[in-house]
């Protein structure tokens, strides 16, 4: 027999339903623990005002991206390279933000395309260099310089073992002291953090970059399979947001502003040493 407590309870019963269809639908996670680099700028390195968080243009950006989406982000310093992708996989942190694809790291990590930022590996040499550095192949025979921090992808990393001779440095300061002191003949970094570095070490008229990028790393965001906020929905939020980014320029002035933030701080000592 119907009646209006039967109604009442279908009403309330199909409201709950709705509402939690609607919070599948909107996704779970309210909260990004996110990390990556402590050593990647401009794109992504240490706060040295708030050293248990992480700073630069990936931040920035994934910031924006989470804000318009409506999910929360925090961006912590976990430790060097290898323990931010350790803390990752295992879930106890949600996502990398500056991740370069790798195809060991499938089956732990969901990558979202497109990559939130690209980077440019260029040839950096002495003005007045005679001999052309524009391919792989002009480099053949003369001895480089590479900084343990520099990211690459792994194709040119394969292709650098397999047909150069480059010395891996602790650091860019002493790749590029290197190669005043004529102990190199190039040095490979990234157009923006080899700019700065010249820039801060006064060495702007007498190095610059070959005209061509010899490598193109993307470096993405990279979701934890383990990780509560790895659901559908998230995923495709940030890849639309991603691909929104991609057609702009915001990406090009969040790596601008961070390039001078980054160079700002890199004029005190002590930063510039650990660069």
């Known amino acids: 027999m119907w009646s209006p407590s039967h109604t009442l309870a279908s009403l309330v019963a199909g409201s709950l339903l709705l509402q939690s269809m609607s919070a599948v639908a909107a996704g779970s996670c309210e909260r990004l623990v996110v990390t990556g680099s402590p050593d990647a700028p401009p794109y992504l390195w240490r706060d040295p005002q708030d050293p248990r968080h992480l700073m630069g243009a990936n931040a920035d950006l994934l910031k924006e991206a989470a804000t318009q989406i409506g999910v929360k982000v925090e961006l912590l310093y976990a430790g060097k390279r290898s323990q931010a992708l350790e803390e990752v996989r295992s879930g106890r942190m949600d996502l990398l933000a500056d991740m370069?694809?790798?195809?060991?790291?499938?089956?732990?990590?969901?990558?979202?395309?497109?990559?939130?930022?690209?980077?440019?590996?260029?040839?950096?040499?002495?003005?007045?260099?005679v001999q052309p550095f524009n391919s792989l192949e002009d480099l053949r025979g003369h001895g480089g310089a590479i900084s343990e921090k520099t990211r690459i992808t792994s194709g040119f990393d394969a292709a650098i073992k397999a047909h150069l001779t480059v010395e891996n440095q602790a650091n860019l300061t002493q790749a590029f002291q290197k190669l005043m002191l004529g102990q190199v003949e190039f040095v490979l970094a990234g157009r923006y953090a080899g700019l700065a570095m010249i820039q801060t070490l006064g060495m702007s008229k007498?190095?610059?970059?070959?005209?061509?990028?010899?490598?193109?790393?993307?470096?993405?965001?990279?979701?934890?399979?383990?990780?509560?906020?790895?659901?559908?929905?998230?995923?495709?939020?940030?890849?639309?947001?991603?691909?929104?980014?991609?057609?702009?320029?915001?990406?090009?002035?969040?790596?601008?502003?961070?390039?001078?933030?980054?160079?700002?701080?890199?004029?005190?000592?002590?930063?510039?040493?650990?660069?």
Not at 102 to 120: G, M
């Open 100 to 129: 370069p694809l790798n195809s060991a790291e499938l089956q732990s990590l969901d990558f979202i395309h497109p990559p939130i930022t690209q980077n440019e590996i260029m040839v950096w040499t002495r003005v007045g260099q």
């Open 206 to 275: 007498d190095v610059l970059a070959q005209p061509l990028a010899l490598d193109r790393p993307g470096l993405y965001l990279a979701l934890s399979f383990n990780s509560a906020c790895d659901d559908a929905w998230l995923r495709g939020q940030l890849a639309k947001k991603m691909t929104e980014l991609a057609a702009s320029d915001r990406s090009s002035e969040a790596i601008t502003r961070n390039l001078e933030l980054w160079k700002a701080q890199l004029q005190q000592p002590v930063s510039a040493a650990n660069q």
